[in-house]
């Protein structure tokens, strides 16, 4: 089992950037960890996923070119950096963990597949 604790939602204006961090309770490399967030009446939806291991990473088309999913091993920390912030991005903000094996394509950036998840941070854009 693995606990995940996000940081670093706020407030910003269209054109901005934010970093969101989630630190884990175990070593990344173990996990495929993923970003998800969810807007009010809108159902939970993949943002980015770095898989176990390889440093293999997918993200969703709405954020391909401005968001970067990273992790730093030494402190069991997965990054998302959000840049050219967009009024749809607004959203609660998830990080999620597997130990599944699962294969690094858009098909598994699901929240069903994903089984540990952190409390939410939010991000609000505003024009």
């Known amino acids: 089992q693995v606990q995940l604790v996000e940081s670093g939602g706020g407030s910003v204006q269209a054109g901005g950037s934010l970093r969101l961090s989630c630190v884990t309770s175990r070593s990344t490399y173990a996990y495929n960890v993923g970003w998800f967030r969810q807007a009010p009446g809108k159902e939970r939806e993949g943002v980015a996923v770095?898989?176990?291991?390889?440093?293999?990473?997918i993200y969703a088309d709405a954020v391909k070119g401005r968001f970067i999913i990273s992790r730093d091993g030494a402190k069991n920390t997965v990054y998302l950096d959000m840049n050219d912030l967009k009024i749809d991005d607004t959203a609660s903000y998830y990080c999620?963990?597997?130990?599944?094996?699962?294969?690094?394509?858009?098909?598994?950036?699901?929240?069903?597949?994903?089984?540990?998840w952190g409390q939410g941070t939010q991000v609000t854009v505003s024009s």
């Open positions: 999620a963990a597997t130990s599944s094996r699962i294969e690094a394509t858009s098909a598994t950036m699901i929240p069903a597949l994903f089984d540990y």
């Open positions: 770095i898989y176990a291991g390889a440093r293999s990473t």
